[in-house]
């Protein structure tokens, strides 16, 4: 079964500093990855997915960017953080049917 | 589009008590649909998913969830509910494409079960 990991945990940032959010994954190869985020403890927006290394696909115009430098690793950045990207931010891989969450990275931006 | 809807932003029960929680959805072609579950400050829990065959599927904790299709409904239940079950329920609905789901979650339902 699959392990994800997303680091950091929570991060404080003030706006216009850079963010890097780290997800990898264990106990599975060539894995479909998701980024979601979660505002004000509720629904959840699909930013960004990925089937391969180096393939990114965009969901929302937005702040932020993602890359897949290697096949169980998933990063989620920005140039410039806003008030608006803070947030709960959550890694996702497919399993058959299904997808498993990471335990999240809580992004408060000041 | 697909979308999901979760029409109540919080239920209420008592301990004991049987708990359901509502979910329609809206697609075109078969829906794959599932249930998560989020409790404080964690990622989201699976804990059930309906892609195909029997109308009732059942899940993890002793939940389950009746598939409707004439009327686009997946709801939660479960016969006796447990204060541990308070947490965030969220229905989410995808095309039903093998390793590769583009879920549309609902805004999420919070499920308050008193002792």
């Known amino acids: 079964s699959q392990t994800i990991h997303q680091w950091p945990a929570t991060l404080v940032q003030p706006v216009g500093s850079p963010l890097s959010l780290e997800c990898t994954v264990e106990?599975?190869?060539?894995?479909?990855l998701y980024w979601y985020r979660q505002a004000a403890g509720r629904g959840l927006q699909l930013l960004f997915y990925?089937?391969?290394?180096?393939?990114i696909s965009s969901e929302v115009p937005q702040n932020l960017s993602a890359s897949r430098p290697q096949d169980r690793q998933f990063i989620l950045s920005s140039k410039k953080l806003l008030l608006s990207d803070s947030g709960f931010y959550l890694c996702?891989?497919?399993?058959?049917?299904?997808?498993?969450f990471g335990p999240g990275t809580r992004l408060t931006v000041t | 589009a697909q979308s999901v809807a979760q029409p109540e932003d919080q239920v209420n029960v008592a301990e004991g008590n049987p708990l359901t929680v509502k979910c329609t959805y809206s697609?075109?072609?078969?829906?794959?649909l599932f249930w998560y579950v989020q409790y404080p400050n964690r990622g989201l829990q699976f804990l059930l998913k309906?892609?195909?065959?029997?109308?009732l599927v059942k899940g993890s904790y002793g939940f389950e969830a009746e598939f409707n299709k004439s009327q686009t409904s997946f709801h939660l239940k479960k016969p006796s509910a447990l204060v541990s079950d308070s947490a965030l329920y969220f229905c989410?609905?995808?095309?039903?494409?093998?390793?590769?789901?583009?879920?549309?979650f609902g805004t999420g339902t919070r499920l308050l079960v008193s002792p």
């Open positions: 996702a891989v497919d399993s058959a049917y299904e997808q498993y």
């Open positions: 106990g599975t190869s060539n894995p479909n």
């Open positions: 990925s089937v391969g290394i180096g393939q």
């Open positions: 697609v075109s072609g078969n829906p794959y």
């Open positions: 309906y892609i195909t065959g029997d109308n």
């Open positions: 989410a609905v995808s095309l039903g494409r093998t390793g590769f789901q583009k879920l549309v």
